[in-house]
């Protein structure tokens, strides 16, 4: 494949439409050519997705996104695999959507994802364990973002980019897929692999109503892993813990 053009912008949707068509052109190749098998006579007309690319990156798809409804599954060992696995499934939803992909196709997405992730490794637990201290304790909406984006990073450090593209093709249709995938795979190698912090920080600050709910449901959480000694509430360690 041609090598993609380094873009301007570390954000698809910051790109003017010549530009991005210019990076994900040979990506949208690529990612055909690889998955020719599981795409089967379903044709792309290369034209016609780099407009719907465009339009999706900045939030202008008109097509129909349909994804059933999907829950974390009831068999996760423990209530604290429950809560991390939560607010991360929350992150990555979010991280998904700034992306360009819609809400609701983000978070089925993210669910299967994370679900899968978490079930395979302890490891990546204890991980998102400390991931959930940092979006606790940071101070204001940028540093939130940059917390959630590191948890986000946790995870595809040990799932890998490919597993979030794969759960994607689970849950679209052929042609949806291809324009999910391409979304994906260019914009998390630019936000999570190049140096890209600032730019996904500054396409999450505006999920500032989403950022302030996940920092909550991030202490919620890390009560759940972190439950304090002898039924001790905060409010009696107020008091000097005294009974």
Known sequence: MTAAPQPSSA???????TELE????????????????ELGRHSVDESQALSDLYDLVHGESTMEWAVP???????????????????AISSVALVIQAAGLPAKVARAIATRVVDAAVAESAALVTTL????????????????AEA???????????????????????ELSSYQWVLAGVVITAQLELWLTTGGTAAAVAE???????????????????????????????ASLGRGGRS
């Open 11 to 17: 954000s698809l949707a910051r790109l003017s439409r």
């Open 22 to 37: 210019s990076h994900l052109r040979p990506r949208l190749e690529a990612f055909v050519a690889a998955h020719a098998p």
């Open 69 to 87: 409804a999907r829950r974390l599954r009831a068999d996760l060992p423990t209530a604290r695999v429950m809560a991390v696995a939560g607010v």
């Open 129 to 144: 364990d400390a991931d959930l201290a940092a979006v606790m304790n940071a101070e204001g909406i940028v540093d939130q």
């Open 148 to 170: 959630i984006l590191g948890l986000v990073g946790s995870i595809t450090n040990v799932a890998g980019i490919g597993r979030i593209v794969d759960a994607a093709r689970r």
């Open 204 to 234: 999450l600050v505006p999920f500032d109503t989403a950022i302030a709910g996940l920092a909550i449901s991030a202490q919620q959480a890390y009560r759940v892993c972190h439950p304090r000694p002898d039924g001790l509430t905060a």
